[in-house]
């Protein structure tokens, strides 16, 4: 009966490294890179869509919110841009079903206090649909750095890479130790 628990927790807890190690789906349809932008500057913004509906996209449209400038829009091959106020847009274009799509706007965050601000995304469709979608952004104070979360997320990341390699390194270890056991009780 102890060998039948010691299979089963050795059984679990491969399956929870393995688990663990294996890349995770997008947790968002629409991302942006960085997250943070310091008030009062400019800075260009990365935005990746993914197209989840079955049908094609055609358009997508960024809007930012009251204190933001939108400067430019980046071309992408096969896409016409625009930036009109408040909005930027790219048309023309068609994304398949499932795939992501990269869009670059340079903004500034002009008269903006420090906080988390929304920005929102429009995904748009040949058959007049749309879908909306938030993109959070965080303004931090003038002159702070912006890399604080990819230094943190990087921190983090060895973490957890180095829990997931004492947990391997243990695991193995004692399925070694109870073969061996087991060998010199037989």
Same mark, same amino acid.
């Given at each position: 009966?102890?060998?039948?628990?010691?299979?089963?927790?050795?059984?679990?807890?491969?399956?929870?490294?393995?688990? &663990?190690?294996?890349?995770? #789906?997008?947790?968002?349809?629409?991302? %942006?890179?960085? =997250?943070?932008?310091?008030? +009062?500057?400019? *800075?260009?913004?990365?935005?990746?869509?993914?197209?989840?509906?079955?049908?094609?996209?055609?358009?997508?449209?960024?809007?930012?919110?009251?204190?933001?400038?939108?400067?430019?829009?980046?071309?992408?091959?096969?896409?016409?841009?625009?930036?009109?106020?408040?909005?930027?847009?790219?048309?023309?274009?068609? &994304?398949?079903?499932?795939? #992501?799509?990269?869009?670059?706007?340079? %903004?500034?965050? =002009?008269?903006?206090?420090? +906080?988390?601000? *929304?920005?929102?995304?429009?995904?748009?469709?040949?058959?007049?649909?749309?879908?909306?979608?938030?993109?959070?952004?965080?303004?931090?104070?003038?002159?702070?750095?912006?890399?604080?979360?990819?230094?943190?997320?990087?921190?983090?990341?060895?973490?957890?890479?180095?829990?997931?390699?004492?947990?391997?390194?243990?695991?193995?270890?004692?399925?070694?130790?109870?073969?061996?056991?087991?060998?010199?009780?037989?």
């Amino acid at each position: 009966m102890i060998e039948s628990v010691r299979a089963r927790f050795l059984s679990i807890s491969a399956l929870a490294a393995v688990l &663990l190690v294996l890349p995770q #789906p997008a947790s968002a349809h629409l991302s %942006v890179e960085p =997250a943070f932008l310091a008030a +009062g500057s400019a *800075e260009r913004l990365v935005l990746t869509v993914h197209n989840d509906r079955d049908e094609t996209m055609t358009g997508f449209r960024l809007t930012v919110p009251r204190g933001f400038r939108i400067l430019g829009a980046g071309s992408v091959e096969g896409w016409s841009d625009a930036k009109a106020g408040p909005t930027a847009t790219w048309t023309g274009g068609s &994304l398949a079903p499932l795939e #992501p799509v990269v869009f670059e706007v340079d %903004v500034k965050a =002009a008269g903006v206090e420090p +906080g988390p601000v *929304e920005l929102q995304g429009d995904q748009l469709y040949a058959d007049g649909e749309s879908i909306t979608w938030p993109v959070p952004l965080t303004v931090v104070p003038p002159g702070q750095s912006t890399t604080g979360e990819s230094e943190a997320v990087t921190g983090t990341a060895v973490a957890i890479l180095t829990i997931l390699g004492t947990l391997a390194v243990a695991t193995f270890g004692l399925v070694f130790w109870q073969r061996r056991r087991a060998r010199r009780d037989a």
